[in-house]
């Protein structure tokens, strides 16, 4: 339930106003969050799942703005260490979006092209 709750929390923080969960086996085979929100830009791809990485602070001055539910790499980075990480984005100015897996380190696997609407799934 927790691994839902952060997914969730993910997708509200992209500013998703749909977002599906799927469950397979009560999430024990697979846990899955689609959403509408904004996507991740190519440049967040490996910094998704390290810990203590965020695109969300580029610089001191962005503290005083900040409004979120979390920071995706702590939970997706606790993720990956107990299960495979898939995950299907597209941002807006994407023609495709992309597949991305991760080890259980949290480092790139493999990407490759996927069709996907603007949005992004998450696979546990």
């Known amino acids: 339930s927790t691994a839902v709750k952060e997914l969730i929390e993910n997708a509200l ?6 977002i599906e969960v799927r469950l ?4 024990a085979e697979l846990i899955e969050v689609c959403d509408n929100g904004s996507g991740i830009a190519p440049d967040d791809y490996q910094a998704l799942t390290l810990k203590y990485h965020t695109s969300k602070i580029r610089d001191f001055s962005d503290l005083s703005s900040l409004s979120s539910f979390g920071f995706r790499g702590e939970a997706l980075s606790s993720l990956c260490a107990v299960s495979e990480l898939a995950v299907v984005t597209r941002t807006a100015d994407m023609e495709t979006g992309v597949r991305l897996e991760y080890n259980r380190d949290g480092r790139i696997m493999s ?8 949005g992004t799934t998450v696979a546990v």
Do not use: N
Not at 13 to 18: F, L, N, R, V
Not at 111 to 118: D, E, G, L, S
């Open 24 to 27: 397979r086996e009560y999430g």
């Open 13 to 18: 923080d992209a500013g998703a106003t749909s």
């Open 111 to 118: 990407q490759a092209p996927c069709p996907r609407a603007v």
